[in-house]
């Protein structure tokens, strides 16, 4: 069956607390801090990009499990912070992984839900038998205007999936989409930072299409809250995860190892996959994984997930490249002024 | 830098993709074509270097050209690559960290960006091990 054939994860070594963005506009930290839900968010360095910490997941999946370059045929990159608005970051990334010139590639870009739709696109390449490996991430060095809610969250970060057949260490047991055109959040072109609606973000975009593929995929494969061991929910803070759990009949233990957005931020298309990452830092071989993510635009792609006997196994080590755990640990922190200048929010003559 | 002068060498930077005398064994990065000890001899062959090495001197840029000002003050250093040669690369650690003898590994950034239209170059900078 279809599955993940390996995976790695990559978080800068950077971070600001929210206390910190807050102190600069005047906000009380403190209270933003509990509302959201976030203590902390990555930055990224002055010479990271999504193109760079694609590469550096990428070779952290590779790190674990070595799979022949040559059988690599595709590779997807989701992101709304790709550095070129035309060149794909995704050829940089294979030529970078040794991959090339014998594969497709694509630059993806649905809000936060890119990286699961290159999973999703994958899948279909692996099935259709069209390639034996693809490779699917979702990064992001997301952008959130200053002074701006956005700003408090919006962070860096990503991870990188190779999808097959062979031996996986996770199978995907089922993926299905719930999808419709709805503004919540957008970026026109040209435009340095994304507008949002605000509280319309909530309602009727965040939580309807959650609700919505999740319901669709439970009622697809005959399955309850109960029988799961871990579910991954968009996290672009911490509230709204939590409470949609919680609406859908999923616990707080069950969504504890993949909520990474408390000491993360919010690293948009790299949110979900970071998620799986760090759920299945922790997984065992019988573990059953449901996923939802989240795209403003707006959409959800949903995934059944089994842990297998693989992931415990010789082909697979996972302790060749560091957990999201481990990626999260000993950041070193900025003040607002460094942040900026990391942010390139400081224009230079 | 010319952007195809960038592409020649990209696959060097992205990968440490070198060459080794098959004869002497003796790595070379940048590639060599020809071995400078066994001349004749020898016999070159691509090679890919594992990315780990130690920092034998050091630098700190305080002042740099435009493209880099942004970045300093930052370290850089000559690296010996555990299969023996020796290359210049930024260390992305703070000046005051880094050290000769100091274990490093490699890692994918962008070394420059020609002005906010022009071409990213990337390539391989160390961090500590």
């Not at chain 1, 506009?25 to 010479?47: F, H």
């Not at chain 1, 010139?101 to 999973?119: L, N, Q, R, S, W």
């Not at chain 1, 062979?166 to 503004?183: L, Q």
């Not at chain 1, 196994?313 to 490249?321: G, I, K, T």
Request: charged residues 20%.
């Amino acid at each position: 069956m279809v599955g993940i054939i390996t995976y790695g994860a990559y978080i800068p070594r950077y971070r600001i607390k929210t206390e910190e963005i807050a102190r600069v506009w005047g906000a009380n930290g403190a209270e933003i801090a509990a509302g959201l839900g976030v203590k902390e968010k990555s930055v990224p360095d002055l010479d990271e990009d999504t193109i760079t910490m694609s590469v550096e997941a990428a070779r952290s999946a590779l790190a674990r499990r070595d799979i022949p370059r040559d059988a690599i045929g595709a590779i997807y990159v989701g992101s709304e912070s790709h550095p070129y608005a035309v060149k794909p970051s995704s050829a940089t990334v294979g030529e970078a992984i040794c991959a090339t010139p014998v594969m497709t590639a694509a630059d993806y870009e649905f809000a936060c839900k890119a990286g699961t739709a290159a999973i999703q696109t994958c899948m279909g390449l692996v099935k259709s038998g069209m390639v034996k490996y693809g490779c699917a991430i979702g990064a992001d060095t997301a952008q959130g205007a200053p002074g701006d809610a956005l700003e408090y969250t919006a962070s860096a970060g990503g991870a990188a999936f190779f999808i097959g057949n062979d031996n996986p260490i996770a199978e995907i047991n089922h993926t299905c989409s719930y999808t419709s055109d709805t503004p919540d959040f957008w970026r026109r072109e040209g435009q340095t930072y994304p507008s949002h609606g605000g509280r319309f973000s909530g309602d009727p975009a965040y939580f309807k299409h959650v609700q919505g593929a999740a319901h669709l995929m439970m009622e697809q494969m005959g399955t309850t809250p109960s029988d799961y061991d871990y579910a991954i929910f968009h996290q672009p803070n911490a509230k709204f995860p939590r409470k949609v759990a919680a609406m859908l009949g999923f616990t707080s233990t069950q969504i504890k190892p993949g909520l990474a957005v408390p000491r993360l931020g919010n690293t948009y298309s790299g949110a979900v996959p970071i998620g799986i990452s760090a759920t299945l830092d922790i997984a065992k071989p019988g573990d059953h994984i449901f996923v939802t993510s989240y795209g403003s635009g707006a959409g959800s792609d949903a995934f059944d997930i089994t842990v297998t006997d693989a992931i415990e196994s010789d082909v697979f080590n996972r302790s060749a490249a560091p957990t999201v755990e481990e990626l999260l640990a000993n950041g070193k922190y900025l003040d607002y002024a460094l942040y900026a200048k990391h942010k390139g929010k400081i224009v230079m003559q | 830098m010319s952007v195809p002068r960038y592409w020649r060498k990209q696959l060097n930077r992205y990968n440490l993709k070198g060459s080794k005398c098959e004869t002497c064994g003796r790595h070379f990065f940048p590639p060599r074509g020809l071995c400078p000890e066994c001349r004749r001899d020898g016999k070159i062959v691509d090679c890919e270097f594992s990315g780990n090495g130690t920092v034998r001197t050091f630098s700190i840029i305080r002042t740099a050209s435009s493209d880099y000002d942004i970045q300093t003050p930052y370290p850089l250093a000559i690296i010996e690559l555990d299969e023996g040669t020796c290359m210049t690369a930024q260390v992305i650690c703070e000046p005051e960290e880094i050290h000769i003898g100091m274990k490093v590994k490699r890692v994918f950034r962008r070394i420059i960006a020609e002005g906010n239209g022009g071409v990213i170059v990337y390539g391989t900078k160390f961090v500590p091990a």
